[in-house]
């Protein structure tokens, strides 16, 4: 894997200024909006997440400007809202435990009321072990699901999020670079994203998320490229053309042994 052109191709595009420009003013606009029932704001992370997945497959497609033109908004919203919808049916599970684990910290207080210290302690470590497994199930989703996810910006059929036999073997047919994929665009273009939100005083935050998805879509399009395994075999990446023609000499034909 190339880790260091995933953290600086979008500079390459002459255009990148304006491209990343609109992705955060699209962000900034929505969480300016965000009152509104918090619509306007998960319009605004659909339209951005499907830039980033329509990048993800240029990548994959080895185009050289890989950052698409901000057209089609439709397609791209659409296409973001989907790949959300298939992620946030995964991650119920973990809402779920964290649900859960919260529930025996509030009777935990009803009772410290009712001066049950001995049972608000108990619900206290009920709540602390559900809350741990919570984050371990979450962690595990997160993991499992940048296939699916990369896979469906390949054939952007929405089955793809339950096709978990393909997706398995996604993962293990590259899990090195699966990781490095995934450790490197969750925790490490995060970081670099807050470190740089905070040095600008939060004036730069919603460009840094639009860089962040951008090193994530690079980073899993190399996985997608290295393993050629998609879910649908349809979307493996043009090969090159060869610049020597086929030959068309043969060896010399042996002689028959004689009867």
């Known amino acids: ?30 969480a300016l909006f965000s009152w509104l ?24 497609d080895g185009n050289p400007t890989p950052l698409p033109k901000w ?19 995964w991650s119920i599970p973990a809402l779920i435990l964290f649900c859960c684990a ?5 009777l935990a ?20 072990l559900f809350f741990c497994i919570a984050f371990v199930v979450a ?31 996604f993962i293990q047919a590259n899990v090195g670079d ?10 490490v273009a995060g970081i670099i994203a807050s470190v740089v939100s905070s040095i600008s005083c939060g004036l730069l935050s919603v460009f840094a998320i639009v860089w962040s998805y951008l090193v994530m879509a690079h980073l899993f399009a190399q996985v997608a490229r290295s393993n050629l395994t998609p879910t649908d075999s349809s979307m493996l990446p043009p090969t090159p053309p060869t ?12 002689p028959s042994p004689s009867a």
């Not at 057209?71 to 992620?87: C, P, Q, S």
């Not at 919260?102 to 509030?106: E, G, L, M, R, V």
């Not at 210290?117 to 602390?128: I, K, R, T």
């Not at 699966?178 to 925790?187: D, K, R, S, T, V």
């Open 178 to 187: 699966y990781l490095i994929a995934w450790l490197l665009g969750n925790i």
């Open 37 to 60: 029932l918090l619509v306007p704001l998960i319009a605004a992370i659909g339209l951005v997440f499907g830039y980033a997945l329509v990048t993800l497959r240029n990548v994959y």
């Open 102 to 106: 919260y529930i025996p910290f509030i």
């Open 1 to 30: 894997m190339d880790v260091g052109k995933s953290f600086t191709y979008m500079f390459e595009d002459k255009d990148w200024i304006a491209k990343i420009a609109i992705g955060g003013l699209i962000l900034l606009a929505g």
């Open 109 to 128: 207080g009803a009772g410290n009321d009712g001066g049950g210290n001995a049972a608000s302690g108990l619900l206290g470590l009920v709540g602390a």
């Open 71 to 89: 057209e089609n908004l439709g397609d791209l919203f659409v296409k973001g809202i989907t790949a959300m919808i298939g992620l946030f049916i």
């Open 139 to 169: 962690i595990a989703i997160s993991l499992f699901t940048f296939a699916p996810l990369t896979n469906f910006a390949l054939n952007n059929q929405l089955s793809t999020f339950w096709d978990f036999g393909g997706n398995w073997k």
């Open 243 to 254: 610049d020597e023609p086929p030959s068309m000499m043969q060896g010399p034909m042996e």
